[in-house]
């Protein structure tokens, strides 16, 4: 008995010692590489050198309710957020025909990557049980600047206000949606 005790508790210390830890503040961030939205490779590390931020997002699921005010959110403050330096990065664990008709059907300027074998995922330290769990992070000098979970439709006001915080500038006004660009509603592609 003692010793199944035993190895029930050391198996159990095992589990939490392997189970991912979440990214925080202050750590490096990862420079993986995962399929992207147009086929082809996208190195993380890659994406961090070309500007001064990179937002990495998680959504759980293409074309949700949740997961589409997320992303266009994004979409509408692209330009202020460009302006300011950030490159923006989407991840779920849809695949690579799913990621590009939600980016195409909402008009994202921006690389989605299709994480179906979940190594981006994990390499932030979420589980990969399922789904993505909604979070985003801000890189700069390859480090997490900036972390939130659970936002949807004010991700992209929540970024700019951090930035104007960090540099000291008023906060950014939420971006206004030009008449053309609502977030399409249309249920998924029927799966083949």
């Known amino acids: 008995m003692k010793r199944l005790l035993l190895s029930t508790a050391l198996f159990l210390s095992l589990g939490a010692l392997l189970r991912a830890a979440p990214l925080k503040e202050g750590d490096a961030a990862p420079a993986v590489t995962a399929t992207a939205d147009d ?10 050198k ?15 309710g949740g997961c589409t005010a997320q992303g266009c959110s994004l979409r509408d403050d692209y330009d202020e957020l460009t302006k300011r330096g950030v490159s923006i990065v989407g991840v779920s664990t849809d695949k690579v025909e799913d990621q590009k008709g939600f980016k195409e059907l909402n008009h994202f300027q921006f690389p989605l990557i299709a994480d179906t074998d979940k190594v981006v ?10 789904f993505a769990s909604r979070e985003a992070y801000l890189i700069k000098d390859g480090k997490v600047v900036y972390h ?5 439709a004010k991700q992209g006001e929540n970024i700019l206000n951090f930035l104007s915080r960090e540099s000291g500038a008023p906060a950014a006004a939420p971006a206004t949606k030009p008449a053309d660009a609502k977030p399409a509603t249309p249920a998924a592609p029927a799966a083949k």
Request: charged content about 20%.
């Open 39 to 48: 086929g082809k490779p996208l190195n993380l590390g890659d994406v961090y």
């Open 50 to 64: 070309k500007s001064k931020y990179t937002l990495v997002y998680f959504y759980p699921k293409a074309y949700t």
């Open 121 to 130: 995922i994990k390499a932030f330290g979420q589980s990969g049980a399922n």
């Open 148 to 152: 939130d979970s659970g936002v949807t």
